[in-house]
């Protein structure tokens, strides 16, 4: 079993920026990829970002520029840095671990986060 544990999100005026983290627990050999989801109140859960362990990356298009994955290995922590708030990023964010990064696809694993909220006003 993996555990996963998201922190810094909270509430940001649009053009601000904010870090998630996700630290990682338990059986963490099991672990490659990784990637941030969001799920904005009333919509799907959507894959925001995703990095290998190897540090390859992947990001949707409506993020690109903005933000950033990163992963310390010796922490077993991933990163989301988020510039340029815009209120549309507004959503509960979600990590996910297990997953594999296949070309430009992530596909998700079995192991998620509890969420973190990210509101950001206009």
């Known amino acids: 079993q993996v555990q996963l544990v998201e922190s810094g999100g909270g509430l940001v005026q649009a053009g601000g920026s904010l870090r998630l983290s996700c630290a990682a627990s338990?059986?963490?050999?099991?672990?490659?990829?990784m990637g941030w989801y969001r799920q904005p109140p009333g919509k799907q859960r959507d894959l925001v970002a995703a990095?290998?362990?190897?540090?390859?990356?992947n990001y949707a298009d409506s993020v690109k520029g903005r933000f950033t994955i990163s992963r310390d290995n010796a922490k077993n922590t991933v990163y989301l840095q988020m510039n340029s708030l815009k209120p549309e990023d507004t959503a509960a964010y979600y990590c996910?671990?297990?997953?594999?990064?296949?070309?430009?696809?992530?596909?998700?694993?079995?192991?998620w986060g509890q969420g973190t909220q990210v509101t950001v006003s206009s």
């Open positions: 996910n671990a297990g997953g594999v990064l296949y070309g430009s696809s992530y596909y998700k694993g079995d192991y």
């Open positions: 338990g059986s963490i050999f099991s672990i490659n990829a």
């Open positions: 990095i290998t362990g190897g540090g390859r990356t």
